[in-house]
């Protein structure tokens, strides 16, 4: 048993209305009216699905944003502005020295996933493995807490509904959340983000307040410890008031301080593709907290929707990405990595050192079973993707269909063309659907060859389908008989089979690193969620507990508790969080390294 009692930390804002037709007012005063059923006018937001990212216009609404994004990144840069507000330095610490603390990210998502995590993280207390772990008193969003876009209506059904609903009412320690952007909350220039996290007015979010002026934030720990939080703009570079602000927290720290760095996204895992994705974070430590004597003792994020734990001599290197966002693999990850990479500019700036991979949630053998999923999930959970391909797998069939029954007259040559034209779209396009599994990775031959051949099965199964279509008699139909029996027969059938053989194409392509992420995102798999809960105890000593969910709710109903400061929603089968891991411990620093 390794308890630690709860503790309170010292107010850090001035109560305030929440936003919302069922906020509450400050701890203590009077709460709105709880709802009285799970109907969303009741609730005040809309509970959402989960994404289904494989939906065409979502794909190319995503790819569109993304592009945008890498075009107009540097002119939709809110940072440089951000110079104008406070540069303020927050401190945390309970009654007792000690202090909770709570790490989520991708949370922004499906209802039940996000909701189970948040319901859980609101709760006074958690009993898991036999540990007695209090509510934190700080919250630290890790990064993507919207999904697919950083619209303000995205954040409320997806985000902040949800923790409004899991903790409607401030209690009486006053939490305080602070908030990473990801690349999903750069996607509108980080507007709506500003407007939830870093505004000066109503500064709730939820029953936690709000105390960040900035995108990124740096807060006194207890003991001497630091939690610094980064913003790097989607992986392109930390802005010169950005370092500003982080020389003037360089200023108070020294050769015993030790620093908790929440980034957007594991550069040290994603470096393995994409070489120099590690060189900001690498610059940061090298030029803010090492000429200090402070030392980085944890580095956390998430982007990658799964936890994961890398162990070295320096730090421990932890993405925990399971707030609510559809599971990423395990299975595929490195057993050991190098940080910084060799043959970098950071490999060539710093001394380059082993990390093990230690720890991971869900573990290999479950990862590699989730993918199987993707031959039942990849239709269920994207029927626009099966629509496109019968739709796509139709008008092929119609082309060849055409070209086969006209012999060598002028009605062939007019099929001929579009069937020609189709085939290279089906060709290119699987071959750059083939692609690495993080952004800014490298394309090798097997993308190439992988979606080629991906490409070919289409074109044989759109060849075995004009064979069986011209086999019955719907061909010989009179015009257009023949085309609304292809799009209400062929078309469902065929899409449905084309959809397996994407899915069969995924599960080939994942075991060579290829299309990795299409495999899970495909599938958008609620299950097997994770959040860390920290306790930094007055002595220094710093205890990560990784807490997992294997099963989500599904069911929920309005809570019978009715106190005020009690979740709207309760799960209809109770959640039994348990940890991924035993609990890890950092202590002293870490001795110097050559």
Same mark, same amino acid.
């Given at each position: 048993?390794?308890?630690?009692?709860?503790?309170?930390?010292?107010?850090?804002?001035?109560?305030?209305?929440?936003?919302?037709?069922?906020?509450?007012?400050?701890?203590?005063?009077?709460?709105?009216?709880?709802?009285?059923?799970?109907?969303?006018?009741?609730?005040?937001?809309?509970?959402?699905?989960?994404?289904?990212?494989?939906?065409?216009?979502?794909?190319?609404?995503?790819?569109?944003?993304?592009?945008?994004?890498?075009?107009?990144?540097?002119?939709?840069?809110?940072?440089?502005?951000?110079?104008?507000?406070?540069?303020?330095?927050?401190?945390?610490?309970?009654?007792?020295?000690?202090?909770?603390?709570?790490?989520?990210?991708?949370?922004?998502?499906?209802?039940?996933?996000?909701?189970?995590?948040?319901?859980?993280?609101?709760?006074?207390?958690?009993?898991?493995?036999?540990?007695?772990?209090?509510?934190?008193?700080?919250?630290?969003?890790?990064?993507?807490?919207?999904?697919?876009?950083?619209?303000?209506?995205?954040?409320?059904?997806?985000?902040?509904?949800?923790?409004?609903?899991?903790?409607?009412?401030?209690?009486?320690?006053?939490?305080?959340?602070?908030?990473?952007?990801?690349?999903?909350?750069?996607?509108?220039?980080?507007?709506?983000?500003?407007?939830?996290?870093?505004?000066?007015?109503?500064?709730?979010?939820?029953?936690?307040?709000?105390?960040?002026?900035?995108?990124?934030?740096?807060?006194?720990?207890?003991?001497?410890?630091?939690?610094?939080?980064?913003?790097?703009?989607?992986?392109?570079?930390?802005?010169?008031?950005?370092?500003?602000?982080?020389?003037?927290?360089?200023?108070?720290?020294?050769?015993?301080?030790?620093?908790?760095?929440?980034?957007?996204?594991?550069?040290?895992?994603?470096?393995?593709?994409?070489?120099?994705?590690?060189?900001?974070?690498?610059?940061?430590?090298?030029?803010?907290?090492?000429?200090?004597?402070?030392?980085?003792?944890?580095?956390?994020?998430?982007?990658?929707?799964?936890?994961?734990?890398?162990?070295?001599?320096?730090?421990?290197?932890?993405?925990?990405?399971?707030?609510?966002?559809?599971?990423?693999?395990?299975?595929?990850?490195?057993?050991?990595?190098?940080?910084?990479?060799?043959?970098?500019?950071?490999?060539?700036?710093? *001394?380059?050192?082993? %990390? #093990?991979?230690?720890?991971?949630? &869900?573990? !290999? /053998?479950?990862?590699?079973? =989730? +993918?199987?999923? @993707?031959?039942?999930?990849?239709?269920?959970?994207?029927?626009?993707?099966?629509?496109?391909?019968?739709?796509?797998?139709?008008?092929?069939?119609?082309?060849?269909?055409?070209?086969?029954?006209?012999?060598?007259?002028?009605?062939?040559?007019?099929?001929?063309?579009?069937?020609?034209?189709?085939?290279?779209?089906?060709?290119?396009?699987?071959?750059?659907?083939?692609?690495?599994?993080?952004?800014?990775?490298?394309?090798?031959?097997?993308?190439?060859?992988?979606?080629?051949?991906?490409?070919?099965?289409?074109?044989?199964?759109?060849?075995?389908?004009?064979?069986?279509?011209? *086999?019955?008699?719907? %061909? #010989?139909?009179?015009?257009?008989? &023949?085309? !609304? /029996?292809?799009?209400?027969? =062929? +078309?469902?059938? @065929?899409?449905?089979?084309?959809?397996?053989?994407?899915?069969?194409?995924?599960?080939?392509?994942?075991?060579?690193?290829?299309?990795?992420?299409?495999?899970?995102?495909?599938?958008?798999?609620?299950?097997?969620?994770?959040?860390?809960?920290?306790?930094?105890?007055?002595?220094?000593?710093?205890?990560?507990?990784?807490?997992?969910?294997?099963?989500?709710?599904?069911?929920?109903?309005?809570?019978?508790?009715?106190?005020?400061?009690?979740?709207?929603?309760?799960?209809?089968?109770?959640?039994?969080?348990?940890?991924?891991?035993?609990?890890?411990?950092?202590?002293?620093?870490?001795?110097?390294?050559?």
């Amino acid at each position: 048993m390794n308890d630690h009692p709860a503790e309170r930390p010292a107010p850090n804002a001035p109560a305030g209305d929440q936003a919302g037709p069922h906020a509450s007012e400050a701890a203590g005063g009077r709460a709105a009216r709880r709802p009285r059923s799970t109907d969303p006018r009741e609730l005040g937001f809309t509970p959402r699905g989960p994404v289904p990212w494989l939906a065409p216009f979502l794909l190319i609404s995503t790819g569109i944003r993304t592009l945008l994004a890498l075009l107009f990144g540097a002119y939709l840069d809110k940072r440089e502005l951000q110079n104008s507000l406070d540069a303020k330095i927050a401190r945390q610490v309970g009654p007792d020295g000690g202090l909770w603390l709570d790490y989520v990210a991708d949370l922004g998502d499906g209802f039940n996933a996000t909701y189970s995590v948040a319901y859980l993280l609101a709760q006074p207390e958690l009993e898991v493995d036999g540990h007695r772990l209090p509510r934190a008193q700080t919250l630290v969003m890790g990064g993507d807490q919207v999904y697919p876009s950083a619209a303000f209506e995205a954040y409320e059904d997806r985000c902040k509904g949800p923790y409004q609903a899991a903790l409607p009412v401030t209690p009486p320690e006053r939490p305080t959340l602070f908030a990473v952007p990801g690349n999903h909350d750069w996607y509108d220039g980080l507007t709506a983000f500003l407007r939830l996290f870093v505004r000066t007015r109503d500064r709730h979010f939820g029953g936690w307040d709000t105390a960040q002026t900035r995108s990124y934030f740096a807060v006194e720990l207890p003991a001497d410890w630091w939690l610094l939080g980064l913003d790097d703009q989607s992986g392109s570079y930390l802005d010169d008031p950005q370092l500003t602000y982080f020389d003037t927290v360089a200023e108070r720290l020294g050769p015993q301080s030790r620093v908790i760095l929440a980034v957007p996204a594991p550069t040290w895992v994603k470096a393995v593709d994409h070489p120099t994705a590690y060189d900001s974070i690498d610059y940061f430590v090298r030029t803010i907290v090492a000429p200090t004597g402070a030392q980085v003792r944890l580095l956390v994020s998430g982007d990658l929707h799964h936890y994961a734990r890398y162990a070295g001599p320096e730090r421990q290197l932890i993405t925990c990405g399971g707030g609510g966002a559809y599971l990423y693999p395990t299975h595929k990850l490195p057993e050991r990595i190098e940080v910084p990479p060799r043959d970098t500019l950071a490999r060539r700036a710093s *001394a380059s050192h082993p %990390y #093990d991979l230690a720890g991971r949630y &869900p573990d !290999a /053998a479950r990862s590699r079973r =989730y +993918g199987w999923g @993707i031959f039942g999930r990849l239709p269920l959970r994207n029927p626009g993707f099966t629509t496109l391909l019968g739709t796509l797998h139709t008008l092929l069939m119609l082309a060849m269909a055409g070209v086969a029954s006209h012999g060598d007259g002028t009605d062939q040559r007019l099929f001929s063309v579009p069937l020609v034209v189709m085939l290279l779209v089906t060709l290119l396009g699987a071959a750059f659907f083939a692609k690495p599994p993080s952004a800014g990775g490298k394309r090798h031959a097997r993308h190439w060859i992988l979606g080629l051949l991906h490409g070919a099965a289409h074109v044989g199964l759109a060849a075995a389908g004009t064979w069986a279509w011209l *086999a019955l008699p719907f %061909y #010989d139909w009179p015009w257009p008989l &023949p085309v !609304a /029996a292809a799009a209400v027969l =062929y +078309g469902p059938v @065929i899409g449905l089979v084309a959809s397996q053989v994407v899915a069969a194409y995924l599960l080939v392509a994942s075991a060579f690193g290829v299309n990795v992420n299409e495999l899970f995102a495909g599938q958008g798999i609620e299950d097997a969620k994770a959040f860390l809960r920290m306790r930094v105890d007055p002595d220094g000593t710093l205890t990560v507990y990784p807490i997992a969910v294997d099963r989500v709710s599904r069911g929920w109903q309005v809570n019978p508790d009715q106190s005020p400061r009690s979740s709207w929603l309760a799960p209809k089968t109770p959640l039994t969080p348990r940890l991924a891991e035993p609990p890890i411990h950092i202590s002293e620093p870490a001795p110097p390294q050559s």
